[in-house]
């Protein structure tokens, strides 16, 4: 008897160890594990996806220049009561001007439950430097 409680109980372990592995595989492969990307990253993602491409500078900023299909909403006090209207399960792209603030906006919005959100590296001073696509005042 005591043989069989022991073999019972090493089943329980070993199904709950591999239950365990099989979370953590999916977790490490889930579409939103890359959050910083390149210029030419982002390039393509604007080409293949339906993404909400989001513009956190000031307005003025996104007034002078901004990547081209690109959404304003300044990161600033009032950044996540504007957040609401941004569908959560579509893919999030983020930029600032140089990538500092949109890696804390990335944050915000993995807190609040987006699920695959990346943010520009280096921002748009990148974005033109590589020759980026944008919009100016006409």
């Given at each position: ?12 372990l ?7 592995k ?8 889930s579409?939103?594990?890359v959050?910083?990307i390149s210029?030419e990253?982002?390039?393509l993602?604007?080409?293949m ?9 000031s307005?003025d900023d996104?007034t002078?220049a901004?990547i ?7 990161f600033?006090?009032e ?14 792209l ?8 949109s ?12 699920q ?8 748009f001073k ?5 020759n980026?696509q ?5």
């Amino acid at each position: 008897m005591i043989n069989i409680s022991r073999l019972l109980a090493g089943f329980l372990l070993l199904g709950n160890f591999y239950s365990c592995k099989e979370v953590q595989a999916e977790s490490s492969e889930s579409p939103n594990s890359v959050e910083h990307i390149s210029v030419e990253e982002m390039k393509l993602h604007l080409q293949m996806e339906d993404v909400q491409l989001i513009d956190i500078r000031s307005r003025d900023d996104y007034t002078d220049a901004h990547i081209v299909n690109a959404e304003n909403i300044v990161f600033d006090k009032e950044f996540r009561k504007k957040l609401t209207k941004l569908d959560k399960i579509r893919p999030v792209l983020l930029y600032c001007t140089d990538g500092s603030k949109s890696k804390e906006a990335l944050k915000i919005l993995k807190r609040m439950g987006f699920q695959n959100v990346q943010e520009l590296d280096e921002g748009f001073k990148q974005w033109v430097a590589k020759n980026g696509q944008v919009k100016t005042p006409e």
